[in-house]
């Protein structure tokens, strides 16, 4: 066959490959960010990869028994791949590079499980030959790929595959793991042609390489579990340490204010005495107003803090509300109706962490106001969390005082801060946690000095993939 057959049949081959890709891509992550990037990337993976393929196999670099230029190539095509990903998705690089590898091996291995069922050697200088094998290789063969990636996703595996390329601290094992997949199964299927019958398409091997992912894949996805459970076992002890705290200074102070309220007693006797009323009105209201300062706003607080049932939630709170007074900036908290598991309809550990960043932002503004040449006094600034719990909607409002003007067009994009650079990107990463659900809606605004940042959440229990919360 001459390069420009072989170029031709590549190009239909890798157009087929790139579509079934896409299909894998929208089971494992829910959707295509960017659509208007598809027919660019595509035309660059088809392009680049049909003529390297062309151009290998013209030379014989893929007839040696040794499969070396074949798993170069395979790795060669992955990278694309994971690049076209980076692309449509507009992700961080690595989780587009885990993805590509992923869905590169499940192209290879999952048409590969048909070989007992179509494939068998075919002379392709038979007409009849050549129509079997092309209808098997480019009509069953894609389609019995995209339903094996529906089946996975029915199974959990795309919500269960987010977790473990995400989530950050997750064993770094799995994701070597799925690195030199191509790779072992290349060798694998290597050492069987010694003995099998099916030439570089072993069902057996690939069978047994999907059983081993998936082994893997178990395995890690246990343990992190196991581990999350621990970690959350720890949280929920130093929240509850922190609670503890919080109500032994709440105890103190209430001490120290009834030893005062003794002598301001003995003081307002006699002015009660004498008929002063203005003085005794008078000291009613800073005794009501030293009451609010020292005990009032922390036992509503603690109140607060009652209604919330979520350990994570909790113990997220108690820690920025101190780590503001340790900054000296005073933090209030208001919370109207219970919040419980039963009204979350998003990931809490999902939740925490975009909260996190809505309060690590405040305090960074608030003490930057502070240290500013504008000499701004702690009690002038406001701090305020809102949490509203309805029948038909959660909402955070997170409301901090700011002194510069800031571009709510702009600020979504990585980079763009008005703390100078390298910074930026706590914003990025809570736009791409809450694109995750479409039961959950951000709102941003600047009035009156203050910067208020909303996060309001439908009580949907699914996300953007179709799982359950």
């Not at 999952?110 to 038979?126: A, Q």
Request: net charge neutral; proline share 2%.
């Amino acid at each position: 066959m001459s390069l420009q057959g072989v170029l031709a049949w590549n190009v239909l081959s890798q157009l087929i490959s790139f579509f079934v890709s896409l299909c894998l891509l929208v089971f494992f992550t829910g959707r295509i960010r960017n659509f208007r990037r598809m027919v660019p990337a595509g035309v660059i993976y088809i392009a680049v990869t049909a003529l390297t393929g062309a151009y290998c196999f013209k030379e014989g670099l893929f007839a040696s028994e040794l499969p070396v230029f074949q798993t170069l190539f395979l790795y060669f095509d992955a990278f694309l791949l994971s690049c076209a990903v980076w692309l449509l998705q507009e992700e961080r690089w690595s989780f587009s590079f885990y993805y590509g590898f992923l869905i590169s091996f499940l192209g290879i291995a999952i048409p590969g499980m048909m070989v007992p069922i179509l494939f068998r050697n075919y002379d392709l200088s038979v007409p009849l030959d050549f129509i079997v094998y092309t209808v098997e290789n480019y009509v069953f063969a894609p389609i019995w790929t995209i339903l094996v990636g529906y089946l996975l996703k029915s199974l959990g595996f795309s919500h269960s595959l987010n977790y473990l390329i995400r989530e950050k601290g997750v064993n770094r094992f799995w994701r070597i793991f799925l690195f030199v997949l191509p790779c072992l199964n290349q060798l694998a299927l290597y050492l069987a042609n010694k003995l099998s019958m099916f030439h570089n398409s072993n069902p057996v091997v690939e069978l047994a390489m999907l059983l081993l992912t998936y082994g893997m894949f178990s395995y890690v996805l246990r343990s992190e579990i196991l581990e999350k459970q621990i970690q959350e076992q720890k949280a929920s002890l130093y929240q509850q340490r922190l609670y503890v705290q919080n109500l032994e200074k709440v105890q103190a102070e209430m001490r120290i204010f009834r030893h005062d309220y003794k002598n301001m007693m003995a003081g307002m006797y006699l002015q009660a005495k004498e008929g002063d009323l203005q003085a005794v009105t008078d000291f009613i209201s800073r005794m009501t107003a030293d009451f609010d300062a020292q005990v009032g706003e922390q036992i509503r607080q603690t109140s607060s803090l009652a209604a919330i049932e979520l350990p994570e939630l909790k113990s997220l709170l108690l820690m920025k509300i101190m780590e503001a007074q340790k900054r000296g900036i005073s933090c209030r908290l208001e919370v109207s109706g219970q919040v419980g598991a039963n009204v979350i309809g998003m990931n809490q550990s999902d939740l925490c962490r975009a909260l996190g960043i809505l309060f690590d932002n405040a305090m960074e503004e608030l003490q930057d106001l502070l240290t500013s040449k504008e000499e701004n006094k702690a009690s002038d600034l406001k701090f305020d969390i809102l949490i509203v719990s309805q029948k038909t909607m959660l909402s955070f409002v997170v409301k901090n005082s700011c002194h510069q003007t800031v571009d709510t067009a702009r600020m979504w994009q990585e980079g763009y801060s008005t703390k100078g650079a390298d910074r930026g990107l706590g914003l990025v990463s809570y736009r791409r946690i809450i694109e995750q659900y479409e039961n959950v809606a951000a709102i941003t605004a600047v009035k009156d000095g203050e910067f208020v940042q909303e996060l309001r959440i439908a009580p949907t229990r699914k996300d953007r993939h179709g799982r359950k919360r």
